[in-house]
């Protein structure tokens, strides 16, 4: 079983501060996700890396997946409290043959305080 | 709204009754997931059809469940004889047939069992 461990569980930040997230993993992804809850609702696709080293930018939010393919960063500037959520991220692994389905980490709570 | 839609969006239920959730993916999208989440933790993966196939089922999915994806459209899944446990949010998600592995989510049913 591929396990994804993410750092850390908990955040809480004031607004205009920076930060970033991890995901860790002993296997190598085929693509990695991650994604932004909010409570009652489903979890919202922000981006996906597939090439190792890549940095894929999203206005403040910046993500980069590890040359080797087993861990990743989000990094968000000037965190503001639109930005709270819980952040997730997913991993996938061709290995498995046609079985395609993601397997998530525990998410990073994010909280921004104006 | 061209979306994922899940139906009910909360199923307050007695424990030992039977509920039925359903999910109508992207009209595009062939793959369909079912995920289970409880507070604080990310979603965990039950079944994947592919098509009408049910092409995987986690060992989450007890025999007390059960998934269907008649026509390879819409899905239900089934609890049977619910347990306090079974008490979460469901998530449906699809996916496009292509190589990357990207989940778009619905908003949820949340399932309370009393």
């Known amino acids: 079983t591929q396990l994804l461990e993410q750092s850390p569980q908990f955040l809480s930040i004031q607004e205009g501060e920076n930060l970033t997230v991890y995901c860790n993993s002993s296997?190598?992804?085929?693509?990695l996700q991650w994604y932004r809850q909010e409570p009652g609702e489903g979890p919202v696709l922000l981006v996906t890396?597939?090439?190792g080293g890549e940095v894929k930018k999203l206005k403040r939010l910046t993500f980069q997946f590890g040359d080797a393919r087993k861990d990743s960063s989000l990094h968000i500037t000037a965190a503001q409290p639109g930005d709270t959520g819980l952040y997730l991220c997913?991993?996938?692994?061709w290995g498995r043959g046609s079985a395609r389905q993601l397997t998530f980490g525990s998410g990073t709570q994010l909280t921004v305080l104006p | 709204d061209t979306g994922v839609s899940q139906d009910p969006r909360h199923k307050i239920t007695k424990r030992g009754q039977n509920v039925t959730f359903r999910c109508d993916p992207i009209s595009e999208h062939n793959r369909l997931y079912w995920y289970r989440q409880t507070l604080g933790q990310g979603p965990e993966f039950l079944t994947y059809?592919?098509?009408?196939?049910?092409?995987?089922k986690s060992r989450l999915l007890s025999d007390r469940f059960s998934a269907e994806r008649p026509k390879g459209s819409f899905s239900t899944l089934e609890i049977q004889r619910t347990e306090q446990g079974d008490s979460a949010m469901y998530l449906c998600?699809?996916?496009?047939?292509?190589?990357?592995?990207?989940?778009?989510f619905g908003q949820g049913t949340r399932l309370t069992v009393v």
């Open positions: 998600a699809s996916s496009p047939d292509r190589v990357l592995t990207e989940a778009f």
């Open positions: 890396v597939v090439t």
């Open positions: 997913a991993g996938a692994w």
């Open positions: 296997s190598v992804f085929s693509s």
């Open positions: 059809f592919q098509n009408e196939a049910q092409l995987e």
